[in-house]
């Protein structure tokens, strides 16, 4: 029998609400931490200005990310759209970037979730429970995609209502006065600096695209996914914002006391201006906060194993991180070996760095995937496009106009993080070139929509 028709394949079981609580859930924990670092680079003011940015750009991407997705309903998203559009040596450094942001924005996210733990254990290190908690969600997603996404769904509505709940107790106390409060500290060049935590609100929304192959009629589903999730994404960040900001200034959601180091709880500390840190709505707010956390953690190496898979299956990794695991019908090896990498960068205690080469792995492909767009609009007019992105070709144009302006923006104030990523990159392409073999009936494979297991 023919290799294609027996080789255990990936099981279509999600529909658009599931959709919606990947989408929403990779991206939600930005909600909840590291944004309000931001503000001691721009303050009020510099911070917006550069998050209005960041969400045109994440709109304009969104939609012609959908239709690429729609139209090529492939695991490797960014990598098998720019192969197809624009060569496999540029389809190579979109997939290398793709892994770089889905396999660094976890071990910052577990920092997170060890530190959230350790209010309520503090008898157990941080580090344990970050490591405990990488296993944990490791064999969720090794066990099956439709129990992975059930769980995914489940604690994003819980981190949703806590947010809205949230803004409904701080909107009443939120002043104009609290808002202008040096609003502007550092001048435009804060609102540069401001980038990097401005994009922490909506990294890795992308994602859905890795489960196009795992999505019931992906040219439809994958339009209502990733649309309701990126509006729902922007208003949560809108509200977020000024209702944290509002209620005593932005100092006061950085720093927890004067002079004291930036915080990671912005939340919390806005909050405990209203009830006090010992009032009922305060505890709750950090217990969910948590859940906020794990759906972003838990969303993003489920993503990151699809991404890591498409480039095995082609050889451009070891061909072991392309297969499916036989008895869940998940990429097993590439998600144990994601987590093994991901446990290694956590142990280094840099979770600001690693946010940040996060950061240049999306940034690079957006950059790549908005040409990838531009090529396949104009090369490939006959593809099947079941959704369209409005507005061609001003909507990408603009897209693209800001990702570049925010990848050079965030050279400019990382130059060595920068020099660090651009290293990996440069080894990895040197390793492709030199290394890796071209399998054209493997590429041709991939090319092609695999076989589904449906869902009885």
Not at 179 to 208: C, H, K, Q, R, Y
């Amino acid at each position: 029998m023919d290799a294609k028709t027996t080789a255990p394949t990936l099981q279509r079981k999600l529909g658009p609400w599931m959709l919606w609580g990947l989408g929403v859930g990779y991206v939600i924990s930005g909600e909840y931490f590291g944004w309000n670092l931001g503000l001691a680079e721009g303050g009020t003011l510099g911070l917006a200005i550069a998050t209005l940015f960041i969400i045109l750009m994440y709109l304009t991407f969104t939609f012609c990310y959908t239709e690429l997705a729609c139209a090529i309903p492939k695991a490797g998203g960014a990598f098998d759209y720019a192969t197809k559009g624009l060569g496999r040596d540029l389809g190579f450094l979109a997939g290398i970037a793709q892994v770089i942001e889905f396999v660094f924005a976890p071990p910052a996210i577990a920092a997170a979730i060890g530190a959230y733990f350790s209010l309520f254990f503090p008898n157990i290190p941080e580090v344990e429970i970050a490591v405990a908690a990488y296993i944990l969600f490791t064999a969720l997603n090794i066990y099956g995609v439709k129990a992975a996404a059930q769980f995914e769904l489940f604690i994003t509505v819980l981190a949703v209502g806590e947010l809205l709940l949230f803004c409904g107790v701080t909107a009443p106390h939120v002043t104009w006065a609290n808002l202008t409060m040096d609003a502007l500290p550092n001048g435009m060049s804060g609102v540069f600096a401001a980038i990097p935590f401005a994009i922490w609100f909506f990294l890795a929304i992308e994602g859905v695209a890795n489960v196009a192959e795992e999505t019931v009629n992906p040219q439809k589903n994958i339009l209502i996914g990733f649309g309701s999730a990126i509006l729902t994404l922007v208003a949560l960040a809108v509200f977020t914002f000024v209702c944290s900001v509002g209620v005593a200034g932005w100092h006061a959601v950085v720093y927890p006391t004067p002079g004291a180091a930036p915080s990671d709880s912005p939340l919390p500390l806005a909050l405990g201006h209203i009830v006090g840190d010992n009032h009922l709505l305060y505890h709750l707010l950090i217990f969910v906060g948590l859940f906020g956390l794990v759906a972003s953690f838990h969303g993003i190496i489920l993503a990151a194993g699809r991404a890591v898979l498409e480039m095995g299956r082609v050889g451009y990794m070891a061909p072991v991180l392309g297969k499916v695991s036989k008895r869940f019908k998940t990429p097993a090896n590439a998600l144990i070996a994601n987590m093994v990498v991901g446990i290694v960068a956590l142990l280094t205690g840099k979770t600001g760095d690693i946010i940040t080469l996060s950061c240049f792995g999306a940034l690079t492909l957006y950059v790549i995937s908005l040409v990838t767009y531009f090529a396949l609009r104009r090369n490939a007019p006959e593809m099947h496009r079941p959704f369209k992105a409005p507005l061609y070709p001003l909507s990408p144009a603009v897209g693209l106009i800001i990702a570049v302006v925010a990848l050079v923006a965030v050279t400019v104030y990382n130059l060595k993080l920068a020099l660090i990523y651009g290293a990996i990159l440069a080894v990895t392409f040197a390793y492709f070139k030199l290394f890796t073999k071209r399998d054209e009936a493997a590429e041709a494979l991939v090319s092609l929509d695999p076989v589904m297991v449906e869902e009885d």
